[in-house]
C-alpha cells in the first residue's frame, strides 16, 4: 500500500509556482494576485482562506482577503464583485463558500468575471470544462488529477466510482474521469444518496473518489483488493486531546480499508493541501492569460 503524500505533492506544485513568480518578477512582469471574499466568522472557511491568503505569501503572490459580517447584504457583496471584476491588480478572485442563506450564492458566483473565476464554478467555466474549451478546474478535482498524474496511476480503461455528486467535487470529478487524456479514459459510476446499495458499486471499482463529508463511510467490506482510494472528506469531529477541540475526518474507514489499497489518501495530508496548490496554479494561469 502506497499513501499518496498530499502534502509533499502540494509542496511540490508550490516550488514550480513560485519559481515561475520568480522568473516573472525578474523580468519584470506583474506578480500574480488573488483576492478572497469570505463572509462571517465559520471556523472552517476561516481556517480555508486564512491558509490560501497564506500560500500567497509562500509562492511569492500578491493577496488580499476582504471580510464581511454575516449580515452583509447581497448588493454590497456585488458590489464588490463589480470592483473585483474590474481591478487591474487582482488576477484572480474567489468567494469562499458557504454564503448566509440572505444571499443568493449561485448569483454571487454568476457575478465573477469568468477570466478571474480562479475556483472554476461560474457556470461559463463548468461547460467550457464539459466541452473541453479551455477553463478553470475546480481545485479539488484539479488536485485529485494531480496525485494522480504525479504517482503515475493508471486511469485509462479503469472502473472509476465517485461517491458524491456536488458541484464543487462530485460531479466534476466524475466528468474529467470520463474525458479523454491522462488522468482519464475511465469507465465512470457516480453515486449520490440515491443510489441503492453502495457497496456493489464500490466492490467494483479500481478508483474510488470519495467526497460527501460523511466519516467512515466507505468500509473495509466496499473495497477491492489493490483498489486506489481518493478521501475528500474533512468532517471535523471533537477530539478533547486535542488544543484545537477537534480532529478531521475523512469518509473512508482508514484503519480497515488502508491495508487492501494499491494507493490511498490519509485524512488529513492527502486531498486537502492539493486544493491549495491547484488555486495558487489558476491563479498563476489567469496572471498569465492561458485559460482566456
Ligand atoms: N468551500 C469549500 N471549498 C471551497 C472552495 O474550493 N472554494 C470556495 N470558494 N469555497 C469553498
Known amino acids: 500500500m502506497i499513501l499518496l503524500d498530499g502534502k509533499r505533492t ?6 514550480e509556482i513560485a519559481a515561475e513568480v520568480d522568473a516573472i518578477r525578474e523580468n519584470g512582469g506583474k506578480v500574480p494576485h488573488l483576492a478572497a471574499v469570505l463572509v462571517g466568522n465559520d471556523g472552517g472557511s476561516v481556517t480555508y482562506v486564512t491558509n490560501k ?9 500578491g493577496s488580499s482577503l476582504i471580510r464581511y459580517n454575516d449580515d452583509v447584504t447581497e448588493d454590497e457583496l456585488l458590489a464588490k464583485i463589480q470592483e473585483l471584476n474590474e481591478s487591474e491588480e487582482v488576477d484572480g478572485f474567489i468567494v469562499q463558500l458557504p454564503l448566509p442563506r440572505h444571499i443568493n450564492a449561485q448569483k454571487v458566483l454568476e457575478a465573477i468575471d469568468p477570466r478571474k473565476d480562479v475556483d472554476g464554478f461560474h457556470p461559463i467555466n463548468v461547460g467550457r470544462m464539459v466541452v473541453n474549451l479551455p477553463s478553470y478546474l475546480p481545485a479539488t478535482p484539479y488536485g485529485i488529477l494531480q496525485l494522480l498524474e504525479r504517482y503515475n496511476i493508471e486511469t485509462a480503461g479503469k472502473h472509476c466510482v465517485v461517491i458524491g455528486r456536488s458541484n464543487i467535487v462530485g460531479t466534476p470529478m466524475s466528468i474529467l474521469m470520463a474525458k479523454g487524456g491522462y488522468p482519464g479514459n475511465a469507465t465512470v459510476t457516480l453515486c449520490h444518496r440515491n443510489t441503492i446499495d453502495l457497496g456493489y458499486h464500490t ?6 473518489i470519495v467526497a460527501v463529508g460523511q466519516p467512515g463511510l466507505l468500509t473495509a467490506d466496499m473495497v477491492k483488493e489493490g483498489a486506489v482510494v481518493i478521501d475528500v472528506g474533512t468532517t471535523r469531529v471533537p477530539d478533547a486531546s486535542r488544543k484545537s477541540g477537534y480532529r478531521l475526518r475523512g469518509d473512508v474507514d482508514f484503519g480497515n480499508v488502508a491495508p487492501k489499497c494499491s494507493f490511498i489518501t490519509p485524512v488529513p495530508g492527502g486531498v486537502g493541501p492539493l486544493t491549495i496548490a491547484m488555486l495558487l496554479k489558476n491563479t498563476l494561469k489567469a496572471a498569465k492569460r492561458e485559460v482566456y
Not at 53 to 61: I, M, N, P, S, W
Not at 203 to 208: G, P, W
Request: charged share 25%; proline share 0%; aromatic share 4%.
Open 10 to 15: 502540494s509542496e511540490a506544485i508550490q516550488q
Open 53 to 61: 491568503v497564506l500560500a500567497c505569501e509562500r509562492v511569492g503572490f
Open 203 to 208: 466492490r467494483q471499482a479500481d478508483i474510488i
